[in-house]
């Protein structure tokens, strides 16, 4: 990806998988949820962990560990499903993206996006849109619709996850994080 690809100030939300911090564009994010179970589907592949039921919706749940070559995420008091919307071919897909743990919303000027490096990475960088830096640490900005090649995409469409109609979004992300943070403390509380 060039520089040039990225021409605006954008927000992203920040996440944790494994050591590494990722960012989504925010427009892509519905909500983050805590995680706590999925039902398994047979015969997906390992990184589509399952689904969920989202307020009567059946949502799948992608393990992004996994699909980027990494380890199996773990649960963990932190583990959540950020809830995205992503095009695959043409069509709106809207599926639960599985991590170790979300950070915040961050701005991140276009100009402080630099290409993804070639060398020296031990992830599959095709699904990045560049990486961002903010002051000393680098952020990897995942390009979510880069996520499901074709033959995924006629899984998820074939499974029918596909939408015609995106259903409005619930509430911004920040107030969602915030609370799960809470919901979190007061698990945290009473233990």
Do not use: H, W
């Not at 995205?84 to 996006?113: F, K, N, P, Q």
């Not at 994080?177 to 698990?187: D, F, P």
């Amino acid at each position: 990806m060039s520089q040039s690809a990225i021409m605006e100030d954008r927000q992203y939300l920040t996440f944790m998988l494994g050591d590494e911090v990722f960012a989504m564009d925010i427009d892509s994010v519905r909500e983050v949820l805590e995680f706590t179970s999925v039902t398994r589907v047979p015969r997906v592949p390992e990184y589509m962990r399952g689904v969920i039921n989202l307020r009567g919706n059946v949502v799948p749940v992608l393990d992004l560990r996994l699909k980027l070559g990494m380890t199996k995420t773990e649960n963990s008091v932190n583990t959540c499903v950020i809830i995205t919307e992503v095009t695959v071919e043409g069509e709106l897909v809207v599926l639960g993206a599985l991590a170790d743990s979300v950070r915040e919303v961050m701005d991140i000027e276009a100009a402080s996006i630099e290409a993804v490096p070639k060398i020296g990475t031990k992830l599959n960088t095709a699904f990045l849109k560049g990486m961002g830096k903010r002051g000393n640490e680098f952020v990897m900005i995942l390009d979510l619709d880069r996520v499901f090649n074709a033959d995924e995409a006629a899984l998820v469409r074939d499974m029918g996850f596909a939408e015609a109609e995106p259903p409005a979004k619930t509430a911004p992300p920040e107030t969602a994080m915030a609370e799960t943070a809470m919901a979190r403390q007061g698990v945290m509380a009473a233990v």
